[in-house]
């Protein structure tokens, strides 16, 4: 069975770096996207950046030259590097492994706090 676990969540000042890992177990990790959702409260989850098995990136425009997704599929892990961050950017960070559109494992979530 599948299982995906995240860290590296923390509380940061603006301005302030984290670096979130996820490690996958279980999966052919190679064959899958691999990517990042957030959910802050009261907002829907939205997705914030994937990179595909062949190592194509997509990000959410609100994170773009800000954010930077990597994989290294001899680790089975992805990483988020996260820089120059924002009180908005304050929300649970969820890993996840899908193909096409669907998303078949998921991480328990780590929380990302950014305030001084």
């Known amino acids: 069975q599948g299982q995906l676990v995240e860290s590296g969540g923390g509380l940061v000042q603006p301005g302030g770096s984290l670096r979130l890992s996820c490690a996958a177990s279980g999966i052919i990790f190679s064959a899958y996207t691999m990517g990042w959702y957030r959910q802050a409260p009261g907002k829907q989850r939205e997705l914030v950046a994937s990179?595909?098995?062949?190592?194509?990136?997509n990000y959410a425009d609100s994170v773009k030259g800000r954010f930077t997704i990597s994989r290294d599929n001899a680790e089975n892990t992805v990483y988020l590097q996260m820089n120059s961050l924002k009180p908005e950017d304050t929300a649970v960070y969820y890993c996840?492994?899908?193909?096409?559109?669907?998303?078949?494992?998921w991480g328990q979530g780590t929380q990302v706090t950014v305030s001084s």
């Open positions: 996840y492994a899908g193909i096409a559109t669907l998303k078949y494992y």
């Open positions: 990179a595909t098995s062949g190592g194509s990136t």
